[in-house]
T-cell receptor, first 116, second 111 residues
Framework: DTGVSQDPRHKITKRGQNVTFRCDPI?????LYWYRQTLGQGPEFLTY????????KSRLLSDRFSAERPKGSFSTLEIQRTEQGDSAMYLC??????????????FGSGTQLSVL | GNSVTQMEGPVTLSEEAFLTINCTYT??????LFWYVQYPGEGLQLLLK?????DKGSNKGFEATYRKETTSFHLEKGSVQVSDSAVYFC??????????FGTGTRLLVSP
């Protein structure tokens, strides 16, 4: 169990640029989640996958955001035309199939995005 | 809607002091409740959980009881250690592990 890994740890970009983050979940976990955490706030749910299927997207996820999990393993989160309000910590989490595992989410350390 | 309210921090205690971090929630139905902890430089980790009313979750000396009548899930520990210094998040599950988190409470424990 190597844990959930996210790359990069930090990203600084200029407003209007596109950015992409990667998440590698724990290998046997079929559910993968993205959350966003701004300074002084708790994480907010963005979207989640079961295998390669994106099952739900929060209203927080504007059209500039897109997430994929093409082979049901790693996932990417892309933000197009970044805005200063996108500055936040982007957290990935995974969990095993609920039929075999518990409710525990395993979180990565996050990608800190700063939009200048 | 669903929401979680936590006491604001930081909470500053001396080692071996008693800890309480208050958490109240608003929810549809009776969701599972959680405490997650974030140690410096690390990702969020599940500390404890409770899935129904009157359940008590416990781990590492921490406890929290699911109180339906007061819609609360307060975190307690009888004797804190310096290593407990972290940010603590109360959360509820709206379904399929789509968690709603509180704003977090920073705990600072001094020797």
């Amino acid at each position: 169990d190597t844990g959930v890994s996210q790359d990069p740890r930090h990203k600084i970009t200029k407003r209007g640029q596109n950015v992409t983050f990667r998440c590698d979940p724990i290998s046997e976990h079929n559910r993968l989640y993205w959350y966003r955490q701004t300074l002084g706030q708790g994480p907010e749910f963005l979207t989640y996958f079961q295998n390669e299927a994106q099952l739900e997207k929060s209203r927080l996820l504007s059209d500039r955001f897109s997430a994929e999990r093409p082979k049901g393993s790693f996932s990417t989160l892309e933000i197009q035309r970044t805005e200063q309000g996108d500055s936040a910590m982007y957290l990935c989490a995974s969990r095993p199939d609920p039929r075999t595992g518990g409710e525990k989410l395993f979180f990565g350390s996050g990608t800190q995005l700063s939009v200048l | 809607g669903n929401s979680v309210t936590q006491m604001e921090g930081p909470v500053t205690l001396s080692e071996e002091a008693f800890l309480t971090i208050n958490c109240t929630y608003t929810a549809t139905g009776y969701p599972s409740l959680f405490w997650y902890v974030q140690y410096p430089g690390e990702g969020l980790q599940l500390l404890l959980k409770a899935t129904k009313a009157d359940d008590k979750g416990s781990n590492k000396g921490f406890e929290a009881t699911y109180r339906k009548e007061t819609t609360s899930f307060h975190l307690e520990k009888g004797s804190v250690q310096v290593s407990d210094s972290a940010v603590y998040f109360c959360a509820l599950n709206t379904g399929f592990q789509k968690l709603v988190f509180g704003t977090g409470t920073r705990l600072l424990v001094s020797p």
